[in-house]
């Protein structure tokens, strides 16, 4: 067998071992995925917890969680999270402090969504609900760092970030933000749209695997029949210099 027909064959079958691999590699984020969902969706059917009582400083912990806290707004430090779309439309999301009783560390509540032309500019005084309130909603965690916010007050957020928020609300901030769903005060106007919690998918992992193993078939398939077509070739290559 000539060395060219033997790499001819090798490289096809170290391809396709690659390409196993990296199926392999894929099959297993899926099930991490899978796992990490279960626990999640585990989270949010679980009853809510005293915002104190959680784990605020573990990440990972407090995603999904649901959570109670009692406080009163601080309206006068609010701030908008500039282009947010819902459902094709132009937005913002607000984000008011929740001052707790004990301590001077603000907990950040995303009230919801509300409509702006332009993504940026909105009435904050509509949207005002209520002062003294119980909230309920679900723990997002809260980079610590991040782009710095504009030195213009007046100008919306582009990011968040424990940093960027303390920097405008003059405060210590929780490492958390509280998505509200609920809250314990009456009101006669309308409110944000409240934010439904984030959505569980699968993920493309399952299909990425698919892909690779596909592609480990073809590699072990073509490299199969051009090294039998390599084989003739020499073959007839042989016959030829005997006769």
């Known amino acids: ?28 984020r899926h099930r991490e995925r899978a796992a990490w969902n279960a626990a999640l969706e585990a989270r949010q059917a679980a009853s809510p917890a005293p ?28 701030q908008v999270l500039a282009g947010r779309v819902n459902e094709g439309s132009p937005g ?7 001052a707790l009783d004990g301590t001077d560390t603000l907990l950040v509540v995303v009230r919801g969504w509300v409509y702006s032309p332009d993504a940026a500019a909105v009435e904050l005084a509509r949207w005002r609900e209520g002062d003294r309130v119980i909230v309920a909603g679900h723990l997002l965690p809260l980079p610590p760092d991040g782009p710095r916010p504009p030195a213009d007050a007046a100008r919306p957020l582009r990011s968040l970030s424990v940093a960027a928020l303390e920097a405008r609300f003059g405060a210590p901030v929780w490492p958390v933000q509280l998505v509200m769903t609920s809250d314990s005060a009456p009101r006669a106007d309308s409110v944000p749209r409240r934010l439904r919690p984030p959505a569980l998918d699968a993920g493309p992992h399952w299909s990425y695997m698919l892909q690779w193993f596909g592609f480990a078939g073809v590699a072990v398939v073509g490299g199969a029949l051009l090294f039998r077509r390599q084989r003739r070739t020499d073959a007839q290559a042989t016959r030829s210099r005997r006769v």
């Open 1 to 28: 067998m000539r060395p060219r027909t033997l790499l001819g064959l090798l490289i096809p079958l170290a391809c396709a071992a690659l390409f196993v691999r990296l199926g392999v590699w894929q099959l297993t």
């Open 51 to 78: 915002f104190r009582s959680l784990p605020l400083t573990d990440s990972s912990a407090v995603r999904g969680r649901r959570a109670l806290a009692d406080g009163r707004f601080r309206y006068e430090r609010e």
């Open 92 to 98: 913002v999301h607000l984000l008011t402090p929740l």
